[in-house]
């Protein structure tokens, strides 16, 4: 959330309160209670979206980096077993085939490292019990595909993360843009109802409909606060 949503955010929990606090001032005037009801909604709403945008997303990179290093690590212990079995067999082709480095494997785009471990764990697979001199039999190669499977399940979590942030950020826009044209347009009009009835009322309301920069230690003549004109 931007420093002038936060200022915003201040001003509008400041105009609920005084709303709240007199509601028995205004409930009875339909046009307001209509009013209040359309701006204390709003305002529950955009609370709700400043939760979904503030979630920290660092948290599915983590987990799908962990899950990459995980696969990777059962990749090159796999593909360590083919490689010396192939060279054995003198099987140079076998050898192409699983070479891939822990760069290769690491660095490559997200479906090519799971692509490169898949292609390991299928020649293991096919080879079998011929692999069990070198240390790999079926649990490994059922673990290596979990691995595998596990890291792709957490691919698109990241950029899902992304994308919800920034719809969560034009929800968030055009909730401030709609809540500020609500007290504009119809609740700042209506309070003049209770000018000369309810002046305290009245006078809070405005007062608190002043936007004041929270980061400011104070407002002062060259940063005053803003507020709508009362006239």
Do not use: H
């Not at 059962?74 to 010396?84: C, H, M, N």
């Not at 699983?98 to 490292?113: A, E």
């Not at 994308?163 to 500020?180: C, E, N, Q, V």
């Not at 347009?185 to 002046?199: G, H, I, W, Y």
């Amino acid at each position: 959330m931007k420093r002038k949503q936060e200022n915003l955010l201040s001003m509008y929990l400041a105009v609920n309160k005084v709303l709240q606090d007199n509601s028995t001032i205004w409930n009875s005037v339909s046009a307001m209670a209509t009013a209040v009801g359309s701006f204390t909604t709003n305002l529950s709403l955009l609370r709700k979206t400043i939760d979904e945008q503030s979630t920290p997303i660092t948290g599915y990179a983590r987990d799908k980096r962990n899950a990459l290093t995980d696969m990777v690590n059962k990749a090159l212990e796999v593909k360590g077993a083919i490689f010396a079995f192939a060279d054995v067999s003198k099987n140079e082709t076998l050898k192409a085939k699983v070479n891939f480095s822990f760069t290769k494997l690491t660095y490559s785009s997200d479906t090519l490292c799971a692509e490169y471990a898949q292609v390991i764990k299928d020649e293991g697979q096919a080879l079998g019990a011929a692999l069990n001199p070198y240390g790999v039999g079926n649990t490994k190669l059922t673990q290596l595909q979990q691995s595998i499977d596990a890291y792709l399940a957490l691919v698109p979590s990241t950029r899902v993360a992304i994308t919800s942030r920034k719809l969560a950020t034009k929800k968030l826009r055009d909730g401030f843009s709609g809540t500020s044209k609500l007290l504009t347009e119809r609740l700042d009009k209506l309070m003049f109802r209770f000018k000369q009835s309810f002046p305290d009322f009245f006078t809070q309301y405005f007062d608190a409909r002043i936007i004041v920069d929270l980061k400011q230690t104070a407002p002062n003549a060259n940063n005053p606060p803003v507020g709508p004109a009362t006239q």
